[in-house]
T-cell receptor, first 111, second 115 residues
Framework: GQNIDQPTEMTATEGAIVQINCTYQ??????LFWYQQHAGEAPTFLSY????GLEEKGRFSSFLSRSKGYSYLLLKELQMKDSASYLC????????????FGTGTKLQVIP | GAGVSQSPRYKVAKRGQDVALRCDPISGHVSLFWYQQALGQGPEFLTYFQNEAQLDKSGLPSDRFFAERPEGSVSTLKIQRTQQEDSAVYLC?????????????FGQGTRLTVV
């Protein structure tokens, strides 16, 4: 099985940087997703990490450490529109690699 | 279509009523997933189809839940004798390949409220 842990809520200031952590325990690991979900909307894909290290994509970066079962999403130059829930999801190895989501971190960006 | 379409967007059901939720995946997408998302929680896996075959239904919470995808495109999630604990957003996702990958897209979901 899989166990995924994220903080429930975070608050950050417009223009600042925020790091959202995700830890996981899984019997087999293939990769880790980050999704953004605005209230009442569909989750949208942000990143997918397979190998250790940092991947940067504009204002968003995602980091993975497979040995530590740890990932973070880094959001720079925060904008009000970044207020949303951020979902960490793990894809295991084996089978069709059923993806399991964490409970999500609700980020509030304040002026 | 351009994206994954779900209908209805909102459904209010009286306890004990049967409901049917529809998902129109992106044309040509092989994989289709149903997730249940309770308020303030992450999506919880319900079931997975590869074309018309239901390969995994381990997440369906009870035998009141049933899903089908008879022609390998549109899928329907049916809930019989709805209970208050069934109130949630039901999300559908489709993926081009045979697994949930970076090309998987979600629909906007159906918000079910059981009263």
């Amino acid at each position: 099985g899989q166990n995924i842990d994220q903080p429930t809520e975070m608050t950050a200031t417009e223009g600042a940087i925020v790091q959202i952590n995700c830890t996981y325990q899984t019997s087999g690991f293939n990769g880790l997703f980050w999704y953004q979900q605005h209230a009442g909307e569909a989750p949208t894909f942000l990143s997918y990490n397979v190998l250790d290290g940092l991947e940067e994509k504009g204002r968003f970066s995602s980091f993975l450490s497979r040995s530590k079962g740890y990932s973070y999403l880094l959001l720079k130059e925060l904008q009000m529109k970044d207020s949303a829930s951020y979902l960490c999801a793990v894809r295991p190895s084996g089978g069709y690699q059923k993806v399991t989501f964490g409970t999500g971190t609700k980020l509030q960006v304040i002026p | 279509g351009a994206g994954v379409s779900q209908s209805p967007r909102y459904k209010v059901a009286k306890r004990g009523q049967d409901v049917a939720l529809r998902c129109d995946p992106i044309s040509g997408h092989v994989s289709l997933f149903w997730y249940q998302q309770a308020l303030g929680q992450g999506p919880e896996f319900l079931t997975y189809f590869q074309n018309e075959a239901q390969l995994d239904k381990s997440g369906l919470p009870s035998d009141r839940f049933f899903a089908e995808r008879p022609e390998g495109s549109v899928s329907t999630l049916k809930i019989q004798r709805t209970q208050q604990e069934d109130s949630a957003v039901y999300l559908c996702a489709s993926s081009l390949g045979d697994r949930f990958d970076t090309e998987a897209f979600f629909g906007q979901g159906t918000r079910l409220t059981v009263v």
